[in-house]
C-alpha cells in the first residue's frame, strides 16, 4: 500500500527570543517589530523581562502582547539585566535563545543567518556587530567612537573583521542546552555578564563564533554623564571579571586604566615639577583629536567637534572604574560562583 505524499522539507528550527528592558519607552515597539519582521519560516516566540520602569516601557509592554500572540511578558522585580535575562530564559521553550536588548534593532535576517551559523561551525554561542547608530549630533559622535578602533581597540563585535572564533560576541544566539549547562547567567554581575557567561562556555569546551554577517543596530547614551556612568560600569565589572576568571584579561583592557595613570601622573608632574609633564596630556588629547579625524568621515561638523570628548568620556571612565572596582565585588560574585540552574519550561 503505497503512502499518501508528504512534504520532506525540513522546518527551520524554532527559537526563543529573550530581551530585559527597563526604561525602554523610545526603542522598545522599534526592537520588538524588528524582532517579529524577521524573515525567519520557524516557530518564533518573544520573552520581554519587564524591570521596574518609571517610563511608559510596561504600557508599551502590554501593547505589544495585546497585539501579537508571540509576544509574552515576565517580571524581573530587581531591575537587574543577569536577572532579567535568566528569568525569560525560564519563561521560554525552544531549543535557540536569541538575546536582543531593549534599544537594540535586528537586521532583517540576523535570526535566520545565525541559525545557519550555528548548525555550520557547531557553535554554541553565535554572534556579530554592534552597529552603533545616532539619532542625533551627539549620538552620531558616540557611535563613530564606538565603532573606531582608538575607541574600542580591535574588538571585532564593534569595529568588524572576519568570521572565525571568538572570546565573546555582541548580544548572542545560543544552543539552550549551553545555557542550562552553565546554569545561565550569573546574577551577581549587573555589567560584564555576557563576557562571564561566553568565557564559561568556552572553558567547557564550547566555540563562541563571531560573524560580520550578523548586524545588531545599537542606540547609543543620550548624554556624557551616561555615557561615563556606561564605560565607568563597564571597567569596574570588567576587572570583577578578572579577578574571577585568572588569566581572562589582555593588553586591550589595560590600556584605558593605563591611560588614566599617565594623565594623572603628567598632570601632577606638570604642576607640580615641570612643564613637561603635561607632555603625556597633551599627548593624548592630540592623539585623540587626530584619531577623531576618520572616524568622523560623512558626519555633521557639531558630531565630528564631539568625538574627542565620547572618546576621552569612554576611556577615562572605562579606566577609572577598572581602577576603583571594590574587591569586595569579587569576593561577593565568588561567594555566589554557580548561577541558579535554568529549567526549561513546559
Request: glycine share 10%; with cysteine.
Amino acid at each position: 500500500m503505497s503512502e499518501n505524499p508528504q512534504s520532506t522539507a525540513v522546518q527551520p528550527t524554532p527559537v526563543s527570543v529573550i530581551m530585559p528592558v527597563l526604561n525602554e519607552e523610545r526603542h522598545l515597539r522599534g526592537a520588538i517589530h524588528a524582532i517579529l519582521q524577521q524573515e525567519y519560516a520557524g516557530e518564533m516566540e518573544v520573552v520581554i523581562a519587564l524591570g521596574p520602569s518609571t517610563d511608559r516601557t510596561d504600557e508599551i509592554a502590554a501593547e505589544l502582547v495585546a497585539e501579537d500572540p508571540r509576544v509574552h511578558t515576565v517580571p524581573n522585580p530587581t531591575g537587574r539585566t543577569p536577572a532579567a535575562l535568566n528569568a525569560a530564559i525560564k519563561a521560554s521553550r525552544h531549543p535557540i535563545v536569541v538575546r536582543v536588548d531593549g534599544h537594540g534593532m535586528l537586521s532583517p535576517n540576523y535570526i535566520a543567518t545565525a541559525v545557519r551559523l550555528l548548525e555550520e561551525t557547531g557553535a554554541q554561542n553565535v554572534g556579530g556587530i554592534m552597529h552603533a547608530e545616532g539619532e542625533n549630533d551627539w549620538e552620531h559622535a558616540v557611535a563613530a567612537a564606538m565603532t573606531s578602533k582608538i575607541g574600542v581597540g580591535n574588538a571585532a563585535f564593534h569595529t568588524g573583521g572576519e568570521a572565525g572564533p571568538a572570546e565573546t560576541v555582541y548580544l548572542g544566539v545560543f544552543r539552550r542546552a549551553a545555557l542550562e549547562q552553565q546554569g545561565g547567567y550569573n546574577e551577581e554581575f549587573i555589567r560584564a555578564q555576557d563576557w562571564e557567561l561566553n568565557f564559561r562556555i568556552r572553558e567547557a569546551g564550547g566555540l563562541i563564533w563571531f560573524s560580520p554577517e550578523l548586524k545588531v543596530s545599537y542606540r547609543p547614551r543620550p548624554s556624557v554623564k551616561a555615557l561615563a556612568k556606561q564605560y565607568k560600569d563597564y571597567g569596574r565589572w570588567r576587572h570583577v571579571v578578572a579577578r574571577y576568571h585568572e588569566g581572562s584579561i589582555n593588553l586591550r583592557y589595560l590600556a584605558p586604566p593605563t591611560a588614566v595613570c599617565a594623565i594623572a601622573a603628567g598632570l601632577v608632574v606638570g604642576a607640580a615639577v615641570t612643564p613637561l609633564g603635561f607632555v603625556i596630556p597633551g599627548g593624548y588629547l592630540a592623539a585623540i583629536a587626530a584619531g577623531s579625524l576618520p572616524a568622523g568621515r560623512g558626519l555633521p561638523l557639531k558630531a565630528r567637534l564631539q568625538i574627542p570628548v565620547a572618546l576621552a568620556t569612554m576611556h577615562m571612565s572605562w579606566g577609572y572604574g577598572f581602577l576603583t572596582s571594590p574587591k569586595t565585588l569579587a569576593k561577593k560574585v565568588i561567594a555566589s560562583r554557580r548561577p541558579a540552574v535554568l529549567s526549561q519550561s513546559a
